[in-house]
């Protein structure tokens, strides 16, 4: 594989148009997850999904290692699929934590990324990686935008000296 910034903006561009799969399955994981813990989760639109595509491919930190699991995930496919179970998992993994973020949501993107792939069966013309790809960006950017309540509110951990500090 030959990761070039052309290379970054083909996938940039891939996973953009991907919303049409990936935000119908966001919703679905808020939804379920929502009913298992209790609470309502607000849906996710398409232009949320866009702009969360575009911030994560604004950061070229972030984005050469997104396009390149994308890419992998994407060409992915291996005979009777099963022996290649852990490779889909550990690509799918690290690219939800990734575009999740900074902690905890990576962690929680990480997770998520399992209940959604459960969830996600993709089309018998598609490798094997593809069905974890779209787990991955639907974990991932369901982390990143708001609906969930206890992430619209100040942590209770956060020590009130240094939250002075940090606002002088």
Known sequence: ???????VECEYEWVRERGDVVVPLVNAVRGNLGDVFGIDVDPVTARQYRVVVDET???GDRAVNVAALVAL???LDVDGDYPGFVVDEVLGRELAGTVAGSQPLRTL???TFHYADVHTHGEDDEGAG???LDAAL???VQERIPGWGWTEEPSPFAVADA????DR
């Not at 594989?1 to 290379?7: C, E, G, H, Q």
């Open 73 to 75: 995930l994407r060409d």
């Open 57 to 59: 491919f604004a950061d």
């Open 163 to 166: 939250v002075e500090r940090v």
């Open 1 to 7: 594989m030959d990761v070039t910034p052309a290379m």
């Open 130 to 132: 593809v069905d974890d």
């Open 138 to 140: 639907a974990a991932g």
């Open 109 to 111: 993107g990480e997770a």
